[in-house]
């Protein structure tokens, strides 16, 4: 499965920002799909992340009412929409595949990463 994200960019606080992931493969369908993001000095961090279905999902408490993950599987695409954009919310985001849960270590699939800046 190969993975490729979009729609990062410069963005004043408070606004938003929606990013999406085009995956590869006929198998999408069947995995479990993530969002981290990594600001500069900083370890790797769990955002959000959605089961393969679209039934369930899960949240970082600093994202919870903020960001939303979906998915459309017939466009093989997930997405994150980010309202509410505070200037500690920049980061490059990654979107992950086929792994579960909060630690980067379980997904086995990446994508390159995309830029979000947000300015005060």
């Known amino acids: 499965v190969q993975l490729v994200e979009s729609g990062g960019g410069l963005v004043q606080a408070g606004g938003s920002l929606r990013l999406s992931c085009a995956a590869s493969?006929?198998?999408?369908?069947?995995?479990?799909m993530g969002w981290f993001r990594q600001a500069p000095g900083k370890e790797r961090e769990f955002v959000a992340v959605i089961s393969w279905r679209g039934g369930s999902t899960y949240y970082a408490d600093s994202m919870k009412g903020r960001f939303t993950i979906s998915r459309d599987n017939a466009k093989n695409t997930v997405y994150l929409q980010m309202n509410s954009l505070k200037p500690e919310d920049t980061a490059v985001y990654y979107c992950?595949?086929?792994?579960?849960?909060?630690?980067?270590?379980?997904?086995?699939?990446w994508g390159q990463g995309t830029q979000v800046t947000v300015s005060s």
């Open positions: 992950a595949g086929g792994g579960w849960g909060t630690p980067p270590s379980s997904y086995a699939y």
């Open positions: 493969g006929r198998t999408f369908s069947r995995y479990t």
